[in-house]
């Protein structure tokens, strides 16, 4: 080999090499939340401490505040692959694995520890298990996203049957309108990231989120009234996309779930923190936070909902989680 061909393989390997070093996963994490919210923070987080520990190899690109699609539409993009990331509430998923939105049920748990717990062991691998096979998605990991309370424009709500007639926007799921439908309301799914614009302009009456979420999404600013209903206790997965997901090197998969394993931890003491202060917050904004009887609430709402969907979960089911240590 003359000196001429060496230094052309060289300058071949150096490249290659190069190349190499520059290899890069792009993931594009989608939420429909924006604003503050720490679940959106959560995702800043991860990336920044992603691309520390990968020396840049993993790439997490965030987009809030449905930058990129409603809820259906990101979950439908994930299971894709034309979107590697979405944060989502878990009964969204129920398309493709009936059983799950037991998770996202009224009144199923009793405490965000309860949730947290629960999620994060057994009864998440067995969902994981399910919507890989079933659609391709991998669920990374669960966050508590708050306890879900009414919302009104001009109505006060004192009793249960002042919900009857009351147009209220829920999410696109049949958990949601079945459990609005029990408390005599019209459910209107609506995409989350039209929901400020159709509370200020009346086209629904009201809606349901947590705390957080109403702050983050300044709901408060075109509601007149906070109904401490505590009707759910939502958690949200962290899904990717499998196939881009098997593809990223196994110690950089680790470093992904190190990272998102004490962020979600983070955001799961933010939300909180912020539970124990949105009420007064919310009242100093001029917002009447009313107190009803969630005894008569949840009567009603339990006579209805696992009846209507325990074919779909599991008889029992609902049940044995309520009652998980």
């Known amino acids: 080999m003359n000196r001429f061909t060496r230094a052309a393989v060289a300058a071949a390997v150096v ?6 070093a520059q290899a ?7 939420d429909v939340v924006g ?8 995702i ?12 840049g190899r993993v790439e997490i690109q965030a987009f809030a505040g449905g930058q990129i699609g409603g809820s259906r539409d990101m979950i439908e993009a994930v299971a894709n692959g034309s979107q590697q990331l979405v944060t989502e509430g878990a009964a969204n998923f129920g398309a493709w694995i009936p059983s799950i939105s037991v998770v996202e049920a009224p009144y199923i748990w009793r405490d965000p520890q309860h949730l947290i717990k629960a999620l994060n062991g057994p009864l998440l691998a067995q969902y994981n298990e399910q919507l890989v096979k079933a ?8 966050v508590y ?8 424009s001009t109505k006060a709500v004192n009793t249960l049957a002042d919900m009857k007639g009351l147009k209220l926007r829920v999410p696109e799921n049949d958990v949601f309108k079945a459990m609005a439908e029990s408390w005599g309301a019209r459910p209107t799914p609506m995409n989350f990231n039209e929901l400020y614009l159709a509370l200020k302009q009346g086209v629904v009456d009201g809606q349901e989120n947590p705390l957080p979420t109403i702050k983050s999404g300044k709901f408060h600013e075109v509601q007149k009234y906070l109904v401490l209903s505590g009707h759910i206790m939502t958690p949200r997965l962290v899904v ?8 990223v090197a196994a110690a950089d998969r680790k470093a992904v779930e190190d990272v998102l394993k004490a962020q979600m931890a983070w955001a799961d003491s933010q939300i909180i923190a912020q539970e124990k202060t949105l009420v007064d917050e919310f009242k100093a904004a001029g917002v009447t936070v009313l ?3 969630v005894a008569e609430w949840r009567k009603a709402t339990l006579a209805a909902v696992p009846p209507k969907f325990e074919a779909k979960w599991g008889k029992g089911t609902y049940e044995s989680i309520a009652n998980m240590k």
């Open 15 to 20: 490249c290659a090499l190069h190349g190499a």
């Open 24 to 30: 890069q996963t792009i993931l594009r994490w989608g």
């Open 35 to 42: 604003g503050s919210h720490p679940q959106v923070q959560m």
């Open 44 to 55: 800043d987080r991860v990336a920044a401490e992603v691309k520390a520990k990968t020396g």
């Open 135 to 142: 659609r391709g998605m991998r669920i990374l990991g669960a």
């Open 145 to 152: 996203y708050g306890t879900r309370h009414v919302t009104t």
């Open 240 to 247: 990717v996309n499998d196939a881009t997901w098997q593809k």
């Open 291 to 293: 107190q009803p009887d």
